[in-house]
């Protein structure tokens, strides 16, 4: 097949829209498929994560990717996507998120080449964004126009309403197995036990609340240090936030890392205090090196890959201090339960493993294809 991939931008991106799209390209490019990639990025642009040489990246370089586009921008934007897929002519177009689905299903309108959807979030994230209930009604009704719609918890697709069930499939992230496994119960050389946390430092990932909660505990639990591993907005805010609780030294943010094996190793417990999630990379490879988990209840995806009690704590409610500040507090306390819910955290991702994952997106192409 002759597939086209799209995302808004790849350059220097580390998140998990960025990873994924690049992993699935990568595979089908192995699996003997033609694979192109268009962006809104400029000229220069550099991934993050490796690419494979035999993907051809279109680079629009038309305006800055990171700003709403105008009328004048988006005609531009239009012109070119059409010319780039008539000279193409790909079985099927790939767009990873929802406002990039919108943007280049209506570019190449009447063209019919299928195009399917493929969103990364769960639709909850409506009930936390300005876009509302307006923007989860103008997405839905877009993707009336979608070949399929891949989500990845199949209880997402309740979230849909009725008239897009039979579009949706449900495809996991795939979850690598660990080389190396994390000992929750063992301190490090130094005697200390470190809570880790990855992701990019915004709004979504609600950090300010893994910190404050901390703040709650800290002195209870003086073994005990954070790294959060991540880039992005929200850095000066946090940071402002561990000088006012005179915890510097104590919870770090380092940035982001290429290779996070020897993190997760070195770590005891994992948190993740988004407010939303799709199927979030980093707790899923967190529970793969062994470690157990520590989210909100009400964050979807989250909510996913942590069974209370026996892979994680679910702390009640979304963003709540409190109530995350003492599923902290208990599973730092309690070796015995990093233990075995890390062991049964492992266990749990095991049905997620790469080649049935990349067989379900193959299958997935060939369906729209065939359609």
Sequence with gaps: MRLMFSARALHRMAGGVERMITLIMNEMVVRGHEVDLLTWDLAGAETFFAMSPEIRWHVLNL????????????????????????RRRPDVIVCFQGGQFMAVRSYIFGLGIPVIAAERNAPTLFDHTQAGARGRTIMFNAFRLARFVTVQCESYR??????????????????????????????????????????????????DCLISAFARIAERCPEWNVVIIGEGEDRPKLEDMVRAAGLEGRIVLPGTVTDPEDVYAAAHLFCLSSRWEGFPNALAEAQAHGLPAVGFAGCAGVNELIVDGATGLLAPGNGDIESLAAALARLMASPEERCRMGAAARASVRAYT??????????????????
């Excluded at 305006?63 to 008539?86: E, H, I, N, S, Y």
């Excluded at 897009?164 to 499939?169: A, F, G, S, T």
């Excluded at 490090?188 to 979504?204: E, K």
Aim: glycine content about 6%.
């Design 354 to 371: 790469p080649d049935r994952i990349m067989d379900l997106w193959e299958q997935t192409l060939q369906r729209s294809v065939r359609a």
């Design 158 to 207: 309740t979230l849909y309403p009725n008239f897009l069930h039979d579009r949706i499939i449900t495809i996991p992230n795939p979850v690598f197995p660990a080389h190396r496994t994390a000992v929750p119960d063992r301190s490090a050389d130094n005697g200390r036990f470190q809570l880790l946390s990855i992701g990019r430092l915004g709004y979504q990932k609600n950090y």
């Design 63 to 86: 305006g800055d990717p990171a700003r709403k586009a105008g009328k004048d921008l988006m005609l531009r934007r239009a012109t070119r996507v059409r010319d780039l897929v008539r």
